[in-house]
């Protein structure tokens, strides 16, 4: 797909192109993984020491109504997570312990999507998959991530 400049994203969504705006668009571009708002603040606080929280938080509220990015909200955490939208989609493994997030390559619902409609006569409009287990790194120890805590 072609990469987009980001004056070309904010004219296209009628955006006004400011310095801010184009620290956090620059920030999820590089991202490998969806990054958390503090994640993203964290690493524009290093590209614009002026830049505060809450103009984050704006510039990814504004960018989620028109479709630049993508909020994802991960079981067993109190924060979201976004990425950049693209034309296709992606899911997730994602760690139970460390909340590492590991990219599923491909989608494993298209032919059963079909089906449902097939049999349902019902319009899928999108889904979203997420698997939730231990990453090699995590998976001796799955103490403390509150999922099985309380059951024998």
Known sequence: MKQFENK????YF??????????VL?????????????????????MDDSINFSTIYRILNV???????????????????FELKTVGHKHYLICLKCKKMIPIEGC???DYEKFIENTTDFDIMGHHLEIFGYCSECKGDKKGDGVNEGKN
Do not use: H
């Open 8 to 11: 070309e994203i904010f004219s």
């Open 14 to 23: 009628k955006i006004k192109n400011t310095k801010q705006r184009n620290v």
């Open 26 to 46: 620059d920030i999820l571009k590089k991202a490998e993984y969806p990054l958390t708002s503090k994640e993203i603040f964290f690493r524009a606080k290093n």
């Open 63 to 81: 960018f989620e109504s028109k479709g630049i990015v993508v909020k994802l909200n991960i079981m067993n955490s109190d924060e979201a997570v």
């Open 108 to 110: 494993p619902l298209g």
